[in-house]
């Protein structure tokens, strides 16, 4: 299994604003530190305030910051939200399945099994439990004050 880069984008994201909760992050700033682009990550930015993970404000003293506190973020919910939509295989597609073997293949069924497994683990780690005392990442994600 291959998580997507909005995934992995959305997790640091997550992480960066976690780390700096005291202040509202630039997206400059996430993308500096997380090794992304601006552009990519402005659209995971736009996919998480809308879904209700960070709240947004614009202008000069704009930015972003979590709109929850860390402890109630639980990783599966931010998962769900970004992997949600990518089929697991072919036959998760839908109308895009041409799988010839989808009416007496046993393996989806499976699949599914372990695909909620996967998510059921990762609702019970919360960004808190990623972030708090953890020297190493806040290290790699504080911004200095200024």
């Given at each position: 299994m291959?998580?997507?880069?909005?995934?992995?984008?959305?997790?640091?994201?997550?992480?960066?604003?976690?780390?700096?909760?005291d202040r509202t992050v630039r997206k400059a700033?996430?993308?500096?530190a997380c090794n992304s682009s601006e552009n990519h990550l402005g659209v995971v930015i736009n996919m998480l305030g809308q879904t209700g993970f960070i709240e947004t404000a614009r202008g000069r003293n704009g930015g972003i910051r979590l709109k929850?506190?860390?402890?109630?973020?639980?990783?599966?919910?931010v998962f769900r939200v970004f992997e949600g939509?990518?089929?697991?295989?072919?036959?998760?597609?839908?109308?895009?399945?041409?799988?010839?073997?989808?009416?007496?293949?046993?393996?989806?069924?499976?699949?599914s099994v372990a695909l909620e497994a996967f998510y059921q683990a990762l609702d019970k780690v919360t960004l808190a439990d990623l972030v708090k005392d953890n020297s190493g990442l806040t290290q790699l994600l504080q911004i200095e004050p200024v």
């Open positions: 291959r998580l997507t880069v909005r995934t992995n984008l959305a997790m640091r994201a997550l992480m960066f604003c976690a780390v700096n909760a700033e996430i993308a500096e929850m506190a860390p402890e109630s973020l639980n990783v599966g919910q939509g990518v089929p697991f295989a072919e036959c998760f597609a839908g109308t895009d399945n041409h799988c010839p073997l989808t009416s007496s293949c046993r393996l989806r069924g499976q699949l």
